[in-house]
């Protein structure tokens, strides 16, 4: 267990209507350090009986949730903000011990969740309905939005904090209660946040973590009629998977799968400008990211400069545990994801492209990848294809503008794309060309708590975060009212 301020953050039991409770057979599961593969913990390994009496909590709860004013509601989240940020440290250490991540980007996780906590308690107050002039004398037309009632969240290891709060944060700011699921690989971020949630003034049954089998517990949450909306983010497999699973009972589905982001640098781009945004873009939690740069498109007039900046730029990183003092690229998560990075550099090396500097194991063994850019990139390369979901930033050279947006789009993914010019007249062609949900221009991270965040194609259904992402969480109702003779 990572050393913390408040020891009763650690908590190694799933929270179900209000109680700290054991899997019925007394079952658990390992989640371990990946820096170290050491253990830092048990969690109970659950299944259908424990979710559905999870569902039953968040339906029993439902009523007297819904009922309480939205000041009342935001009351109780901005109090949960409040005490998340007051735990800032104790949340990092614990995230940086299950996910790997350096502490200082951990710390910043933490904040960004919270952001969502805050963000979603102002808007909690401000879900209008609409009034409409009706075509017939006798009526008046109102249109009223109620939540959708119990809601089941699974949510993937690479951001343990904020992918939670981007959705339980809309989800009782609308009156709903929830279901989470966390990732088997990072529960410990989760369980701590319902402690403090629980500290705050969440009722029991409102918020419930349910740890343990994800087929299993998924296979209750996606089939059982009581829940009315399934927000998964994750994989675009799974999440294709989950989506044919809650269609026996029409849930509403919110989808953030898988990217594949373009991250396109023109002749006219400021150059030290682009190799910051690859910086904060691809090697972000070492690449573990769903809008990380996947594909690096560098037009010919820049691509040897470009590259030779990028490499002694990468050269700067520091690989190491995340709590090691300056650590810039922690671990990745498990061997698998070890295995697929580097299988996509001995694909691309196979194939003709070049390592300009990394490509293999960190010195560190483990779970540790050196960052890594290729150059000579082709598109019969995997990493054209697939996610990579590592520190490896692959090179591709392209002559003209036009060749650029057609090797952007060329993917079944949607989720975000990046350019980098200085031409106000070619930002804004290109920016409305891109096939995706969002755009940095010339800007590496654009997430935050404000600005819609989401895709298309197969990166996803709907949008989080913004005045858009508690409406993902209501049901409209239009009420015809005929005015008594
Ligand atoms: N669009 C977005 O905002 C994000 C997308 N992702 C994507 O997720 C992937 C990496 O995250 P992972 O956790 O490895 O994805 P994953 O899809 O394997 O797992 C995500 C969650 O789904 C659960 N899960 C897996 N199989 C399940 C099943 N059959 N039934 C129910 N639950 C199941 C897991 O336990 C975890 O909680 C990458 O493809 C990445 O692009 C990750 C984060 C954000
Ligand atoms: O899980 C992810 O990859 C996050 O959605 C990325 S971000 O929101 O931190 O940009």
């Known amino acids: 267990m990572p050393s913390l301020a408040d020891k009763a953050l650690f908590r190694d039991r799933a929270f179900i209507d209000g109680n700290w409770v054991a899997a019925d057979d007394g079952a658990t599961f390992a989640v371990d350090d990946p820096a170290t593969g050491n253990a830092i913990g048990h969690v109970p390994m659950m299944g259908e009986v424990e979710t559905r009496r999870a569902i039953a909590a968040a339906q029993a709860a439902l009523p007297a949730w819904r009922a309480r004013t939205a000041k009342e509601r935001a009351t109780v989240l901005r109090a949960w903000f409040d005490l998340i940020l007051a735990s800032q440290e104790d949340l990092a250490r614990l995230l940086t011990a299950e996910q790997g991540k350096p502490l200082a980007e951990a710390r910043g996780e933490v904040a960004y969740a919270a952001s969502f906590i805050e963000w979603f308690a102002e808007e909690a107050k401000r879900v209008y309905g609409d009034t409409i002039p009706a075509p017939r004398p006798e009526n008046r037309l109102i249109?009223?939005?109620?939540?959708?009632?119990?809601?089941?969240?699974?949510?993937?290891?690479?951001?343990?904090?904020?992918?939670?709060t981007?959705?339980?944060?809309?989800?009782?700011?609308?009156?709903?209660?929830?279901?989470?699921?966390?990732?088997?690989?990072?529960?410990?971020?989760?369980l701590a946040l319902a402690e403090l949630g629980c500290r705050a003034g969440v009722p029991a049954g409102v918020l419930n973590v349910v740890t343990g089998v994800p087929e299993?517990?998924?296979?209750?949450?996606?089939?059982?009629?009581?829940?009315?909306?399934?927000?998964?983010?994750?994989?675009?497999?799974?999440?294709?998977?989950?989506m044919a699973q809650c269609a026996g009972t029409v849930k509403k589905v919110g989808l953030e799968l898988g990217g594949n982001a373009p991250f396109i640098v023109f002749d006219d781009a400021d150059l030290d400008q682009a190799v910051a945004g690859v910086l904060a873009s691809?090697?972000?939690?070492?690449?573990?990211?769903?809008?990380?740069?996947?594909r690096i498109l560098v037009q010919d007039g820049v691509y040897d400069r470009f590259a030779e900046r990028l490499a002694a730029?990468?050269?700067?990183?520091?690989?190491?545990?995340?709590?090691?003092?300056?650590?810039?690229?922690?671990?990745?998560?498990?061997?698998?994801?070890?295995?697929?990075?580097?299988g996509h550099v001995?694909?691309?090396?196979?194939?003709?492209?070049?390592?300009?500097?990394?490509?293999?194991?960190?010195?560190?063994?483990?779970?540790?990848?050196?960052?890594?850019?290729?150059?000579?990139?082709?598109?019969?390369?995997?990493?054209?294809?697939?996610?990579?979901?590592?520190?490896?930033?692959?090179?591709f050279r392209f002559a003209i503008e036009a060749e650029a947006i057609g090797m952007a789009n060329d993917s079944d993914a949607g989720l975000a794309a990046y350019l980098f010019s200085r031409d106000i007249g070619r930002i804004w062609r290109v920016a409305e060309a891109l096939e995706?949900?969002?755009?940095?221009?010339?800007?590496?991270?654009?997430?935050?708590?404000?600005?819609?965040?989401?895709?298309?194609?197969?990166?996803?259904?709907?949008?989080?975060?913004?005045?858009?992402?508690?409406?993902?969480?209501?049901?409209?109702k239009y009420l015809c009212l005929r005015l008594p003779a």
């Open 143 to 164: 249109v009223i939005k109620q939540p959708v009632g119990v809601v089941a969240a699974i949510t993937p290891w690479n951001f343990p904090a904020a992918m939670i």
């Open 166 to 190: 981007r959705k339980v944060g809309p989800a009782l700011a609308a009156g709903c209660t929830v279901v989470v699921k966390p990732a088997e690989a990072t529960p410990f971020t989760a």
């Open 216 to 242: 299993r517990i998924g296979g209750e949450l996606t089939a059982n009629p009581a829940v009315r909306k399934l927000s998964f983010t994750g994989s675009t497999r799974v999440g294709k998977a989950l």
């Open 282 to 294: 691809k090697f972000r939690n070492a690449g573990q990211t769903c809008v990380c740069a996947n």
């Open 313 to 342: 730029a990468v050269a700067g990183f520091r690989v190491g545990a995340g709590v090691g003092d300056g650590v810039t690229i922690g671990p990745l998560i498990n061997a698998a994801a070890v295995d697929k990075a580097l």
């Open 346 to 395: 001995a694909d691309a090396v196979a194939k003709g492209g070049r390592v300009l500097i990394g490509g293999g194991r960190h010195a560190l063994g483990g779970n540790f990848v050196e960052p890594t850019v290729l150059t000579g990139v082709t598109a019969a390369m995997v990493v054209m294809r697939e996610e990579t979901f590592g520190p490896v930033a692959p090179l």
């Open 436 to 476: 995706c949900g969002m755009v940095g221009i010339n800007e590496g991270v654009f997430s935050n708590e404000v600005a819609p965040f989401g895709g298309v194609k197969e990166s996803g259904i709907g949008r989080e975060g913004s005045r858009y992402g508690i409406e993902e969480y209501l049901d409209i």
